[in-house]
């Protein structure tokens, strides 16, 4: 059993852990809770199409073919990505830039995969949900905003954990769920905050840790490719500079031969930072639920279009990847998200009960602050208060 100083410990541990990140997360919370149905809302503006139905035995437009039509469009920049997403079946995605390692995009144009005829292209850096992503992301600030955002996530842990330690002397004289309803209106907020907040702690940390590994993924990508990318470019270190580019659509056919049981996610082009200066990097993925969120890199060379070494993703990577569907709940489904977009409402009540309770906390007694008493006379005082 705590002692009251130790108890009086958590409870700073926990006041101002929260009060420092309860701006951000209410931020976090409130611009989250419509990127949940981002796929929802850009079919809804008209910012995404589905291929018009085909027979099902149409074929597969050639992928040399939708690259020179992307490269009509935007004859001066490159080529960086092929993309497939997995809604979207029949449809490739071909992101341009002006140069091939460029960290910004320039365009973002979806073609029919069976067809090859041109879809739409995505509005980059346009429209309300762009404004709310970013906010959501890096607050416009880049790296510095997203650390930024991964310590006040790291906060937010430390005052779930100081929580749930308070959460046991708080209840030891109420039953589970508990609001008292007739008491001051201070006790009433208390007891919601602390009911809400146990109703929604273990989806909090879920999300309170994939937010903080997100933030990290700069670095984290940064470190496999001045690792694991680097060394499997090393043996073709003192090529002479490519001078031409193999079929694009061999290359694929190359990476579908060194990984049979995959298909593809995305293929980095020679000069990315995701490629080499010399090679393609297709990144495979499974076709379960877990496995389509875990990638496997195959090099392939971009004179031959031979798949040269293929490599497991390490860890830290990997848990990137996993972080991000787990942060929005968009592996399951609209009934996942609807769960999602529940308790992030319910942790918007969190926060803003607690700040209530901090605005509200002056000439409290310290006991009353936490809703416990030292003895049965004193819990009478605090219940007629």
């Not at 449809?91 to 140069?99: G, H, I, N, P």
């Not at 004289?173 to 602390?194: C, E, I, M, Y």
């Not at 995959?262 to 980095?268: Q, T």
């Not at 006379?377 to 219940?383: A, F, I, P, Q």
Request: net charge positive.
């Amino acid at each position: 059993m705590l002692t009251r100083s130790a108890i009086k410990r958590w409870y700073l541990v926990h006041k101002w852990t929260s009060l420092v990140c309860t701006a951000f997360m209410l931020l976090l919370c409130l611009t989250g809770l419509p990127l949940i149905f981002a796929d929802e809302i850009d079919r809804a503006l008209g910012l995404t199409l589905s291929p018009s139905p085909l027979p099902q035995t149409a074929g597969r437009a050639d992928l040399d073919d939708i690259i020179a039509a992307a490269r009509q469009r935007r004859p001066g920049d490159a080529v960086q990505f092929i993309v497939a997403d997995p809604d979207e079946p029949n449809a490739w995605f071909v992101r341009m830039a002006k140069t091939t390692a460029a960290d910004e995009p320039s365009a973002f144009y979806a073609f029919d995969a069976r067809t090859g005829g041109y879809l739409y292209e995505y509005p980059l850096d346009q429209g309300v949900m762009n404004v709310v992503l970013r906010l959501h992301v890096d607050l416009f600030a880049g790296l510095p905003g997203m650390l930024l955002l991964g310590f006040m996530g790291l906060l937010l842990v430390v005052s779930l954990v100081s929580g749930v330690v308070l959460y046991g002397p708080f209840m030891r004289k109420l039953a589970f769920g508990t609001v008292r309803h007739r008491q001051s209106p201070r006790l009433k907020w208390l007891d919601l905050h602390n009911l809400f907040s146990i109703a929604t702690l273990a989806w909090l940390l879920v999300v309170g840790i994939t937010g903080v590994i997100n933030t990290l993924a700069v670095p984290i990508f940064s470190q496999w490719q001045s690792g694991q990318l680097a060394g499997m470019l090393e043996p073709y270190r003192d090529r002479p500079p490519l001078q031409q580019v193999v079929s694009v659509q061999k290359a694929l056919l190359a990476a579908y031969a060194a990984a049979p049981d995959m298909s593809l996610s995305f293929i980095a082009f020679p000069g990315n930072h995701f490629a080499g200066p010399q090679h393609f990097v297709a990144f495979m993925q499974g076709g379960s639920p877990l496995t389509a969120r875990l990638l496997k890199p195959v090099l392939i060379d971009a004179q031959t279009g031979s798949a040269v070494a293929t490599a497991e993703l390490p860890l830290y990577v990997k848990a990137l990847l996993l972080s991000k569907p787990l942060h929005f709940g968009d592996y399951g489904g609209l009934p996942l998200k609807l769960v999602w977009a529940l308790l992030d409402m319910l942790s918007i009540a969190v926060l803003g009960s607690g700040l209530y309770l901090w605005l509200k906390k002056r000439n409290v007694p310290f006991e009353a602050r936490l809703g416990i008493a030292r003895d049965e006379k004193s819990t009478k005082r605090l219940d007629s208060a």
